[in-house]
């Protein structure tokens, strides 16, 4: 599985990369929303890990972009945030994520989560 973790936070995106890395999984990750559009649009990943508060464009916003983009709207997105009075589970759902993990993420349950999700999400057609 190729991911693209979208995390500004350095130690959380270390961890989360560690956490995935450590399963064997390709790791590719990207600071901001614009770095990881620009990531997709070069190398598709299977599934994407973004924090929904990042500097700039939001999580939100750039799912919303994918899902615009018939390129881009076929992956599945996990959404994390430490910011639940900005972003609620209901808005990542409604924006198109496929899940949605609080911080501080449960690192037990997080690459199964991750791993659920890739398996129901449709496949590029």
Same mark, same amino acid.
């Given at each position: @599985?190729?991911?693209? /973790? %979208?995390?500004?936070? +350095?130690i959380?995106?270390?961890?989360?990369?560690?956490?995935?890395?450590?399963?064997? &999984?390709?790791? #590719?990750?990207?600071?901001?929303?614009?770095?990881? *559009?620009?990531? @997709?649009?070069?190398?598709? =990943?299977?599934?994407?890990?973004?924090?929904?508060?990042?500097?700039? *464009?939001?999580?939100?916003? *750039? /799912?919303?972009? @994918?899902?615009?983009?018939?390129?881009?709207? &076929?992956?599945? %997105? /996990?959404? #994390?945030?430490? $910011?639940?009075?900005?972003?609620?589970?209901?808005?990542?759902? $409604?924006?198109?994520c496929? $899940?949605f993990? =609080?911080?501080?993420?449960?690192?037990?349950?997080?690459?199964?989560? #991750?791993?659920? /999700?890739?398996?129901?999400? +449709?496949?590029?057609?």
């Amino acid at each position: @599985m190729n991911i693209l /973790v %979208v995390e500004d936070n +350095p130690i959380d995106r270390k961890l989360f990369c560690y956490l995935f890395r450590t399963d064997g &999984h390709g790791v #590719v990750e990207r600071g901001s929303a614009e770095a990881a *559009l620009e990531e @997709m649009r070069k190398r598709c =990943p299977d599934i994407i890990l973004l924090d929904l508060n990042l500097p700039g *464009l939001d999580g939100l916003a *750039l /799912v919303r972009l @994918m899902k615009a983009d018939p390129d881009l709207r &076929h992956i599945p %997105v /996990v959404a #994390v945030t430490g $910011a639940q009075e900005w972003f609620s589970q209901e808005d990542a759902l $409604a924006a198109g994520c496929n $899940a949605f993990f =609080p911080k501080p993420v449960d690192t037990r349950a997080l690459p199964g989560g #991750v791993a659920r /999700v890739l398996q129901t999400a +449709p496949r590029a057609g």
